[in-house]
């Protein structure tokens, strides 16, 4: 009976010389460090949308494509009360032409963005666009929201 099984401790052998001896453990334990990692991963997946701000407009609806290219367009928003926005910041309409320049300088083919809100006045949207056309700027684009129907294609 058990003529096959070695004798000692049970571990095939070895005794107490095996992994731990002389030398110590010589690997690193990865395992918490790939917790953390994913731990860090879900929370920066979860906090990214809500860092994205800007000015809330309600944007007219269109069955236009998106407007292809590369470099990072710049928005413009005019909002229901008459207000205009670069980006997030409050501007005039008459410092709109002056600040675009300061902000992108010899660069007059970047993409212009104009977000109107769906209850402004049209014409308050072309004196916008006539301000950064004024400056210099030809790549202004009308911004919309496409509707549901047009998204799911």
């Known amino acids: ?15 107490r010389r095996g992994r731990y001896a002389a030398g110590g453990f010589n690997e690193i334990n990865v395992t918490p460090f790939v917790d953390v990692m994913l731990v860090l991963l879900i929370i920066f997946m979860v906090a990214a949308p809500m860092m ?40 005039a309409l008459e410092d709109l032409g002056s600040k675009l320049q300061a902000i992108l300088g010899e660069k007059k083919e970047t993409r212009i963005f104009v977000r109107g809100d769906a209850a402004i006045d049209y014409g308050q949207v072309m004196r916008v666009i006539g301000e950064i056309n004024g400056a210099g700027f030809s790549k202004v684009a009308l911004l919309t929201d496409q509707p549901p129907a047009a998204r799911r294609q």
């Open 52 to 91: 994205t701000t800007g000015v809330t407009v309600d944007l007219p609806k269109a069955k236009a494509t998106a407007v292809p290219g590369s470099d990072e367009p710049l928005s413009v928003t005019i909002r229901r009360d008459g207000k205009i926005y670069i980006q997030n910041t409050e501007t």
């Open 1 to 15: 009976m058990g003529a096959g099984l070695p004798q000692g401790s049970g571990r095939g052998g070895r005794g």
